[in-house]
């Protein structure tokens, strides 16, 4: 099991040093602080609101287009070079390939949303900020991340190409918000059904600041799904 | 130490690998031969536990293929191309391989500096792997296959889109390796075969056609006496006597060469036709500039072997 820990942290390891070593990482961060910058400044400018709801009920739209990209590399440049041949043919489970490639975006990804507490921080000196709520908020988007992750990850496990993987990723995430939207227009039998299975909606009931365990399950729930998924494409490629 | 039996690899319905059994010896370079797509990458794939045989069983060093993760600990591969990380640098790429093969950090340093030696890779430890040349980023293949000193070492083409210096480098790079360990490599370049491997197979469309030394495979293919010779002027006469006396040769004129140059043929790889040839040329007084017993060379067993100039 320590042997597998270790090799869960050593893929960590290597995808950490891909991302800073290549320019690619930097842009993305730098597109992404700059987006959700705005997104904050234009709340508060525009609007006078020296609250975040506005921002959080974007930040999901932020999320859909950045990790696709940030995701659509991970399996599908290892399988188009040759690299999955020599990760495959070396003593390591498919499980500790997953569980490395998922916690290494987590891990890029927490860096970046918690570069933006620095907006929460900036308006708790200028107006009345309910911590718990952004607590909250900042929980609920991390387990959203780490929906949409999975859901990439699976989309760059299914192909060779990174430009498809980003394709099928955005394509599904769209899908699911579409389905947000179109969610008033439903019987609310369905509506209901839909709205415990869209991560979104798990997501804009925790902004309200409450923590209900049903919440936290589905989007757990939704990552584990989309996790055993990639791993059930990988091992269909590999033996064992 | 590799023992294969019947093993095979269908893709749809065709046949990549059909009852496929051979057996390497410790300690011996063995070379798995054949034109491109005649199934010597998926017999690596297979031994090396990437792609399960749809039939058929092997094992490395006793170890059945079933135990997959234990036959990868034991098996070192290059997989065709010698894929590597290339946004790392060359350290970081070998320090990721040896923690995959669950070696500890001080152990890791110690192999990654034997390992770059023994390939040559100490200047380029810290440069970026894209920024290599084809025969470094083989180098850092074939150190990243041995970090983890295996007992067996399975190489794809190891040589291919290099030139001739770094060929000779790798090849000797092989040999000495093959003093302490089990290597299987596959070429479609016969001389490297011949000067690496200790024995050789040569498979074609997925079925093993001929395995041996390649003395041993000039011998098989060796079936007729064949004889060169280039005579001084025309030599009609000799011939002419000559069929008299052994009525099934074959003349050839190898017009491309020297002028009045000469193949000649004889099914019977045992006839005289050295001799009788000398003692006719000798009586129509025709000279003789050179004669040669001609020997099949590997490659023309393999051409033989699989189907001519494909």
Redesign the interface.
Known sequence: MRGGMNRVAAICWKEWRTVVDTPLGYVVAIAFLLASGFFFASNLFLIGQADMRGYFAVMPLLLMFFIPAMSMRALADEQRSGTFELMATMPIRTIDIVTGKFLALMLQISLLVLMTLFYPLTLSLIGNLDSGQIAAAYLAMLLLAGCYIAICLYASAVTDHAVVAYVVGFGILLALFLLMQTLPTLSPNLQDLLTNLTPLSHYQSMLRGVISLGDLVSLLAVTVLFLTLTWFQLERRRWR | MIQANQLSRKYGEQFAVEDLSFHVRKGEVMGLLGPNGAGKSTTM?ML?????PSSGEASIDGVSLQD??AV??K?G?L???A???????VQ?HL???G????LADATLEDRIREMSEQCGLEHVLHR?IDELSKGFRQRVGLA?SMLHDPDCLIFDEPTTGLDPNQIVEIRHLIRRLGEKKTVLLSSHVLPEVEAVCDRMMIIDQGKLQVMGTSQELSRQAHGEALLHVIFKASAEMVFMKLKEKLPDIEVELKENDTPHSYAIHHPDPESPLAETLFHTAVSCEAVVLEMRSGQATLEDVFRELTGGNQ
């Open positions: 794939k090396t536990c990437f792609l399960p997959s993760m990868r600990r098996i591969y997989p065709e191309n894929p590597s990380y290339s946004d790392l640098d970081s320090k990721f391989v923690a995959m093969h669950g970026r990243a």
